[in-house]
């Protein structure tokens, strides 16, 4: 039974796994697989050492199996396959109004609490959510990230016969795109990579690189002139936060994704001028890990595409290192204990 703790900037170190037994509420978790996400990244690299404090076990994108209940859990037996919505409400403020997936005090399990890369797990038995049999533990791994992307696009308002823009083809836009294809949407996918516009392209996306031809004209052709219903920013990038208020139609959307750590000049003209709107888009709500677990029971998403390499635990600093060599992989999944 082992952990791997994130030691300091660039150090990953396994250990053993601490015995947490479950409180009143908490569910004791066997975790199967584990994936790594650009959260996770970043705390590596040593930029949220505010949050997290080494030596610290992190890491989110988990499928576990119940394996010992708390007092007063109801609803979940040991045995049963379950994903971690990874967030704990804290104390109620006034400026929450109710929405505890974005609270004042929220706490980001895996960040500012004990994470998932580690043999076992304890967790709030609220946070769980049951995986069907036809969705396997590898897959149950990329629920997390696609609820994120569910709830990108129910916040998007998105309709049928609408069209889309994703600025940014890493694992997050490629999931939106999938998940609005999904709801009827005509998708465009923006990204510069050759490897991740290739995969797109696997997925039958249309998409458009933006150094070898003018992103607008693309979007134009794409819409034939009606321009984009809606555009998801999510490549963190200053060039994407300049193009996303090109690209949308009088009153269109856009939905801000992308974690941006700097402040970004935007061109608030075109707010005016267009009566555009933009929401951001922070976490996600109950009902987005049950739609994605609906969307990953229905086998219509190309799920194994999207995981780059499965690694035993032991293997987590190797992991990390790979991911900075070769940053253009979709998802890496950690195998947290033999099957």
């Known amino acids: 039974m082992n952990a791997a703790y994130y030691e300091g900037p660039k150090i990953m170190r396994v250990g053993a796994c601490e015995y947490v037994p479950p409180g009143p509420g908490e569910v004791r978790l066997q975790v199967a697989y584990c994936g790594i996400c650009g959260t996770d990244v970043h705390i590596f690299h040593g930029l949220m050492d505010r949050r997290v404090h080494a030596p610290q076990v992190i890491g989110h994108e988990a499928s576990c199996e119940v394996a ?22 804290g104390q109620p403020a006034p400026v ?43 897959h149950g791994a990329l629920v997390e990230p696609l609820a994120v ?9 998105l309709k049928p016969g609408e069209h889309v823009v994703v600025i940014g083809g890493g694992p997050i836009g490629l999931l939106i795109a999938m998940v609005a294809r999904q709801k009827g949407g005509h998708v465009l996918v923006s990204e ?10 696997e997925f039958n996306l249309a998409t458009v690189n933006p150094q070898e031809e003018d992103l607008l004209e693309a979007v134009g052709r794409f819409t034939d002139a009606a ?5 998801f920013e999510v490549s963190g990038t200053e060039a994407g936060v300049a193009a996303m208020t090109q690209l949308p139609r009088i009153r269109g959307r856009i939905v801000m994704v992308a974690i941006h750590s700097q402040p970004r000049p935007v061109d608030l003209f075109r707010f005016f001028w267009r009566e555009l709107q933009l929401s951001g888009a922070r976490t996600y709500e109950p009902e987005d890990f049950e739609e994605a677990i609906r969307l990953a029971a229905g086998g219509s998403l190309p799920l ?10 032991e293997e987590i600093q190797s992991v990390f290192e790979s991911i900075d060599r070769s940053p253009t992989g979709m998802k890496h999944l950690v195998q947290c204990t033999r099957r």
């Open 304 to 313: 194994d595409r999207l995981i780059t390499q499965i690694s035993p635990l």
């Open 96 to 138: 929450d109004h109710g929405f505890t997936h974005i609270a004042e005090n929220l706490k980001f399990i895996g960040i500012d609490t004990p994470g998932a890369l580690q043999s076992f797990w304890t967790v709030p038995a609220h946070t769980l959510h049951r995986l069907p049999d036809a969705v396997s533990l590898e």
């Open 192 to 201: 510069v990579n050759p490897q991740r516009l290739a995969l797109a392209r």
């Open 227 to 231: 321009y984009a219903d809606i555009v």
């Open 68 to 89: 010992e209940l708390g007092a007063g859990v109801e609803g979940v037996a040991v045995g049963d396959r379950v994903v971690v919505r990874p967030l704990q409400p």
């Open 149 to 157: 992307a569910c709830h990108d696009v129910r916040l998007s308002g």
